[in-house]
């Protein structure tokens, strides 16, 4: 598929959102906030504001690639049987109680709202990850997605890019717990569950004209003449194609800055406490980087099964 940038910045950015938003609902609901609970802690606002801009600029990010902007509300209608029309439903609904929060952690709301609001932003957060997952794990046709490690990819990942995000306002933040050692160990699980998926996709066997149509009991499937003289919309936007060692080096790309990099930066903060906000911040701009390139390799290490058609 070609990675085309709108849709890379919707996943990545909406999905570090959502991810910082199920965060600080775990910690909100732990601390018991609101009423007559403890303060709230000082990064609580800006860290509920940053994931609002986050989820909002990946949102509008993804209006980019569709034909008719315009019409996107329409999709919210078919929320019984598509999963980008759940997403959209997810999307907006973790809108209330993260606003309902940001209003009581500032002043503008009551504070007992936090109580309520504060496990439905974990609820909105996870299952807006989970539909967005869904809708690439659904498509039968890209093999590259279609298996089960795709769905957890995403929320892991969503909960690793929010994690990033809240070390260095933690450390920032007056009596602020250290989140090097959960940092490190999602950074290694989130590493760990790349390279298998990876390995997964790299050991199916290529896509023919036989596996295509369905065919191959009549024998072997093959096309006599193309259809078209020049590129057509299908192989624009499916037949995206990536030489085998330019993926590998992507791959090294990703690891190293998404993953190992972070790792070494939460064990110098351990080592060195007085780094540890420099630290963080270095962690948060690589790990998002190498995010970044993970999921361009996403959409172009898939191949659509029509691509067949054409001897692809």
């Known amino acids: 598929m070609r990675p085309t940038f709108s849709i890379i910045a919707f996943t990545v950015l909406s999905g570090t959102g959502y991810g910082l938003w199920f965060l600080l609902g775990i910690v909100l609901t732990l601390s018991r906030m609101g009423g007559d609970g403890p303060p709230w802690p000082s990064f609580v606002v800006t860290a509920l504001l940053l994931g609002l ?17 315009a019409r996107a509300w329409r999709a919210l ?23 309902l929060l940001t209003g009581a952690a500032s002043g503008a709301a009551p504070a007992a709202a936090a109580r309520v609001a504060a ?17 690439y794990a659904s498509l039968a046709t890209i093999r590259a997605w279609s298996q089960p490690l795709v769905v957890p990819g995403y929320a892991l990942f969503g ?5 990033l995000c809240l070390w260095p306002m933690v450390d920032a933040s007056p009596g602020g717990r250290s ?9 290694v699980a989130s590493a760990l569950l790349k390279v298998r998926y990876w390995h997964a996709i790299d050991r199916q066997p290529p896509i023919d004209a036989n596996h295509a149509t369905g065919l191959a009991r009549f024998g072997d499937v093959r096309s006599f003449e193309q259809p078209h003289t020049e590129e057509n919309y ?24 998404g993953f190992a990099a972070p790792v070494a930066l939460a064990l110098l903060a351990l080592m060195l406490p007085s780094l540890r906000i420099a630290c963080a911040a270095c962690a948060l701009a690589s790990g998002l980087a190498g995010l970044f390139v993970e ?6 290490e898939a191949k659509h099964a029509v691509t067949a058609y054409y001897q692809r």
Not at 53 to 69: D, F, I, R
Not at 179 to 187: F, I, K, R, Y
Not at 241 to 251: M, T
């Open 179 to 187: 989140l090097e050692t959960a940092v490190a160990g999602v950074a």
């Open 77 to 99: 209608s078919q929320w019984r049987s598509s999963w980008l029309s759940r997403e959209g439903v997810a999307a907006i609904a973790t809108f209330v109680p993260a606003m």
């Open 159 to 163: 909960l690793y890019g929010g994690l």
């Open 295 to 300: 999921r361009w390799l996403f959409f172009a």
């Open 234 to 257: 299908l192989l624009h936007e499916m037949g995206f194609v990536l030489a085998r060692k330019h993926a590998r080096r992507l791959r090294g790309i990703t690891l190293g800055l």
């Open 119 to 135: 496990p439905a932003l974990i609820a909105g957060a996870f299952a807006t990850v989970y539909c967005t997952a869904h809708i």
């Open 53 to 69: 801009v986050l989820v909002g600029v990946g949102l509008l990010s993804s209006l980019g690639h569709l034909g008719k902007p």
